[in-house]
């Protein structure tokens, strides 16, 4: 049994943002449109349901009639630890483009290094890494 996974339903774009999110992340994507599930509650060319599998997992969809598209206020997706300084550093620029940096990586009074930022889908991360002694 895995953790958390987030489930963002976009506006229209979920294979174009989960393409993306596996360009950043790596792992493999499993893409499923609305009629490959058989479901009526929006185009049948839209993805019904995509899968991110790896060492950063994601699950979308486009957003059906009666859902709302993910909007983010008051929270933010933590990768804190989730990989190696230097592949969590390269998330953060990678995700920085198209986006913008809330506060830039940067190592904090307590030693760790964070920062924040929203991609260019509106999604809200915090990376950041304990530095390897």
Known sequence: MSGLIPYLLFPGNAAEAMRYYQSVFGGVLQLF?????DRHDGPSDAIGHAMLQGTVELSGADAGIDDDAV???????SLLGTADASTLTGWFADLSVGGR?????????????DGTLVDRYGIRWLIGYHPEE
């Open 33 to 37: 449109d609305y009629d490959q599930l």
């Open 71 to 77: 909007q983010m206020n008051g929270m933010f997706l």
């Open 101 to 113: 940096v809330i506060d830039p990586l940067q190592r904090r009074a307590w030693g760790d290094w």
